[in-house]
């Protein structure tokens, strides 16, 4: 089945054909700074993935992916011709709120309930909802479907996604945690258990999503019961350039002191704090991890805040579950930086994580997953590598194709 994957961000869009039957990319495409004027979208085809880059300067996320669908159905070099020869979209929406619990087809049902969601996500899910009007227009017999960061989390019990705040703000405006990062976190869980040997309903596994934006989610046979984001994804470990979690009194007294909007503060906390804020540098962890070898003290002040809060939500989630048998680790740091996970690693061995030294070292190839704690360790650890676009296809072919 040829599957359109929609990823629409607040001021990106990441797209690609993926041919499901062979687990094949035919096309990709990432779209940048998107509403402002040095907006840009590179496209590449299989089998080359030689790019092409569009000027889509002042053109908002659904008009770059119309901009897309014309150069799908023009370009030589595409595999398609006609939007009709597209099996399925699957859209990836960041909030789905108490209304989704897994992937759905959109119907006119599903679109009055993705409305409701949009208050939830108000910078990600309004685009993403305009993209899939605008599809639905264009191509109406082409059937779509919503994958959710939020689903895989709507097994979380109260005690978790309850916050200790005045009820009224749960039954008014639904504040509560609903988690993301729900598609890799899903995914790392079900590959850690294929790497184990064992079916997914028997393990306790704490699954750590480590990219520009971060999660660690505690997952009891095969079902998320807390994790780590939470009403947004501002809420727990250090990020890229988010906080995580920080004392609420903090903003309080900032706003007070220097006088600043809310809209400020809000900017503040998601794109200048986090590991960028801390080192004054950079949100990328190699740039920062390159300072600190040199010697930078914030940096390397980033890098021991970073890891410290990462022990610290494993060593929590450890108390949470009734048993752990391995924790693993997914996305851009998790995956490829062995310095990080020996820092995080070093500080666990008393709970029964004991890495592999050699092991974690071994540069995996791309896509294999691989055990890299000691044989007799207690508890295992698993590298896994998401590829959260291949995902959202899969879960989209099967609805597709369950539909008959
Ligand atoms: P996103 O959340 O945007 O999908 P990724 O999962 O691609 O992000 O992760 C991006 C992060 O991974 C960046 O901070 C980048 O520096 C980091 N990263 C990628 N490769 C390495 C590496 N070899 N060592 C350290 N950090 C890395």
Redesign the pocket.
């Known amino acids: 089945m040829r599957v359109l994957v929609v990823n629409a961000g607040s001021s990106s869009l990441k797209s690609q054909l993926i041919e499901t039957d062979g687990k094949m990319s035919l096309m990709k495409c990432l779209a940048e700074k998107v509403g402002t004027p040095d907006a840009y979208m590179n496209v590449s085809f299989a089998p080359d993935f030689h790019k092409t880059t569009y000027n889509v300067g002042g053109m908002s996320v659904q008009e770059c992916l119309a901009k897309l669908l014309e150069v799908l159905v023009d370009d030589p070099e595409s595999p398609i011709s006609s939007l009709e020869q597209i099996d399925g979209v699957g859209n990836r929406i960041v909030a789905g709120g108490e209304y989704f619990s897994k992937a759905a087809l959109i119907d006119d049902a599903a679109r009055e309930d993705l409305a409701k969601c949009e208050e939830l996500a108000p910078l990600h899910n309004p685009p993403a909802d305009a993209c899939i009007d605008m599809m639905r227009e264009l191509m109406p017999e082409v059937p779509q479907v919503a994958v959710f960061d939020t689903a895989f989390h709507t097994t979380m019990p109260p005690k978790a996604y309850m916050y200790p705040l005045p009820m009224r703000y749960y039954d008014d405006y639904r504040i509560r945690r609903y988690g993301a990062h729900g598609t890799s976190h899903r995914y790392a869980a079900q590959q850690a258990a294929n790497l184990l040997g064992r079916p997914l309903r028997d393990l306790g596994l704490i699954t750590c999503h480590?990219?520009?934006?971060g999660s660690i989610t505690a997952v009891n046979h095969g079902k998320s019961i807390d994790t780590t984001m939470g009403f947004t994804p501002l809420e727990g470990l250090m990020m890229?350039t988010r906080s995580g979690s920080i004392d609420p009194a903090i903003l309080t007294y900032i706003m007070r002191r220097e006088g600043i909007s809310f809209d400020e503060m809000d900017r503040i906390l998601n794109r200048e704090s986090g590991?960028l804020g801390v080192s004054g540098l950079s949100?990328?962890?190699?740039?920062v991890?390159a300072a600190a070898d040199e010697g930078d003290e914030h940096a390397e002040l980033a890098i021991d805040m970073y890891v410290y809060r990462i022990q610290k939500a494993i060593g929590g989630f450890y108390a949470a579950m009734t048993r752990t048998d391995a924790v693993v680790m997914t996305?851009?740091?998790g995956?490829?930086?062995a310095?990080?996970r020996e820092r995080i690693f070093d500080g666990l061995a008393h709970m029964g994580m004991i890495l592999d030294r050699e092991r974690n070292h071994v540069i995996g190839q791309i896509g294999v997953n691989r055990i890299i704690s000691i044989d007799d360790s207690p508890i295992k650890i698993c590298v896994v590598t998401?590829d959260?676009e291949m995902r959202i296809a899969r879960e989209t072919d099967n609805l597709v194709s369950q539909r008959g």
Do not use: F
């Open positions: 480590l990219g520009n934006g890229g590991v949100a990328d962890m190699r740039d991890l996305a851009g740091i995956e490829n930086s310095e990080l998401t959260e």
